[in-house]
């Protein structure tokens, strides 16, 4: 199978929770099969991670933050204490791994430095701008790692799509094969624009929300929005996945002779 015919063939494929929802996103976009042809062991730990994140990322903290501010707290100390559970979330991930990703180590700074300047300033809005931080810097090195000047630079959900599926699987080494290939290239160029792009509007809407609406609707909002964008990349990912596998497909096809004209009798 030539080159065009695989353009897409494995573009499937990464804020803890956005990026790694992207990255599968991106996973799942060149895939052959569909999820009812996954293994039950994949669909069931899908469903431990959405469980996860909904729970930890998302219930939990909104939850914690409302019985405090009922029971009187300030709305710095809560939305301080409310942080606890994605940094433990983060922090149980280095645990199990036994190594500090990237994307986790931005999420635990950000909590961080909002909980501190949040304390220091008294500023609730600080605290949930931790939030937009490493989306924000993810935006950017998403951006960054396509302006790199070399022709065959490996734009950053392309290295965290390989990171995820792994290198040294079968599919790993099939991404890294392709990877010759200008037009398997160009996709993850444009993938990767694509998300940059996201992340970083992404974080500019969530500081308009922040200062735009009160504490508590800004940290629900705030808690959703990733996931809503993370839904709708990871959808328009496997749509341009698609596309482009299907076009790279019709381009290797080869052309149906034209029907012969008989001879006048």
């Known amino acids: ?24 996103g991106v996973e799942a976009a060149g895939r052959d099969t569909g999820p009812a042809c996954e293994p039950a062991a994949v669909r069931g730990g899908w469903l431990r991670s959405v469980a996860t994140i909904v729970i930890v990322d998302i219930a939990m903290p909104l939850a914690l933050y ?5 029971a009187g707290v300030s709305a710095v100390t809560a939305l301080v204490l409310s942080g606890v559970f994605p940094a433990l979330s983060v922090l149980a991930g280095l645990v199990r791994h036994r190594r500090l990703e990237v994307v986790g180590a931005l999420v635990l700074a950000g909590i961080v430095l909002g ?57 790993g080494r099939e991404m890294s094969d392709l990877w010759r290939h200008d037009g398997y290239r160009r996709v993850w160029r444009v993938i990767t624009a694509a998300w940059g792009a996201a992340f970083l509007f992404e974080a500019a809407l969530r500081i308009v929300v922040i200062y735009s609406t009160s504490t508590g609707t800004a940290l629900a909002i705030s808690k959703v929005t990733p996931w809503v964008f993370a ?35």
């Not at 199978?1 to 599968?24: E, I, R």
């Not at 409302?66 to 009922?70: D, E, N, T």
């Open 115 to 171: 909980a501190v300047l949040g304390l220091v300033l008294h500023s609730p809005r600080l605290v949930l701008v931790e939030g937009s931080v490493p989306t924000a810097l993810f935006g950017i090195a998403c951006l960054g790692s396509l302006c790199s000047g070399m022709p065959r630079a490996r734009p950053l959900m392309y290295g965290f799509a390989l990171e995820f599926i792994g290198p040294d699987s079968a599919r």
């Open 1 to 24: 199978m030539d080159a065009s015919s695989m353009d897409a063939s494995s573009t499937g494929t990464t804020s803890a929770g956005t990026t790694s929802a992207g990255t599968a």
């Open 66 to 70: 409302s019985g405090l501010r009922s």
């Open 231 to 265: 839904g709708v990349m990871s959808a328009w990912t496997f749509a341009y996945g698609t596309y482009r596998k299907r076009k790279g497909e019709r381009a290797a096809a080869p052309s149906a002779p034209a029907p012969s004209t008989p001879a006048p009798s």
